[in-house]
Antibody
């Protein structure tokens, strides 16, 4: 079973860029027909899908975040990453990486505050 | 795909049967509908994929059904550990949005 682990700063200042990395172990991100996703949950709210990168390198982003989001992958490190620009307090959330829906990281809390 | 779950909150007791609904705004011929259980401080847990297929290790008390625009998650004989948030997700055509969730409480 593949394992995923999110990493990155837990505190980001407003207007700056949020950057997170998901490290995948016990499986290759460049093999198999898999979608590698980012999902977030703001405090007290439901799950919000952010976007995915396919093992082929193609991406798709939530329309509500598309102008600010970039998902990329580094096959040499078996990692994929999330960048979210121009953050505000509304971007404060627990951020999860997931392979399709079956395998998830434990999540990492990112707070946007000065 | 916009998904609307109902009810927002479902109050039941251990041993009861729970029926959770997920309605899609538009009909889909796809079977790409999943259900997740989510507890505080934990990652979401895949319960059902492809409308009715149980994920690995999921109890047969959990079952999924439906087609078109209406989908259902049924939990028979509720156990104390079943009380949590439940989300549906359509993953046929992106964006792979989630429903707003149903809170299953004691």
């Amino acid at each position: 079973q593949v394992q995923l682990q999110e990493s990155g700063p837990g505190l980001v200042k407003p207007s700056q860029t949020l950057s997170l990395t998901c490290t995948v172990s016990s499986g290759s991100i460049s093999s198999g027909d898999h979608y590698w996703n980012w999902v977030r949950q703001p405090p007290g709210k439901g799950l919000e899908w952010i976007g995915y990168i396919h093992y082929s390198g193609s991406t798709y982003y939530s329309p509500s975040l598309k102008s600010r989001v970039t998902i990329s992958m580094d096959t040499s490190k078996n990692q994929f990453s999330l960048k979210l620009t121009s953050v505000t307090a509304a971007d404060t959330a627990v951020y999860y990486c997931a392979r399709a829906g079956s395998d998830w990281g434990q999540g990492t809390l990112v707070t946007v505050s000065s | 795909m916009v998904l609307t779950q109902s009810p927002d909150t479902l109050s039941l007791s251990p041993g009861d049967r729970a029926t959770l609904s997920c309605r899609a705004r538009q009909s889909t011929n796809s079977v790409s509908l999943a259900w997740y259980q989510h507890k505080p401080g934990q990652a979401p847990r895949l319960l059902i994929y492809g409308v009715s297929n149980r994920a690995t290790g999921i109890s047969d008390r959990f079952s999924g059904s439906g087609s078109g625009t209406d989908f259902t998650l049924t939990i028979s004989r509720l156990e104390p550990e079943d009380f949590a948030m439940y989300y549906c997700q359509y993953y046929g055509v992106p964006p792979f949005d989630f429903g707003q969730g149903t809170r299953l409480e004691i």
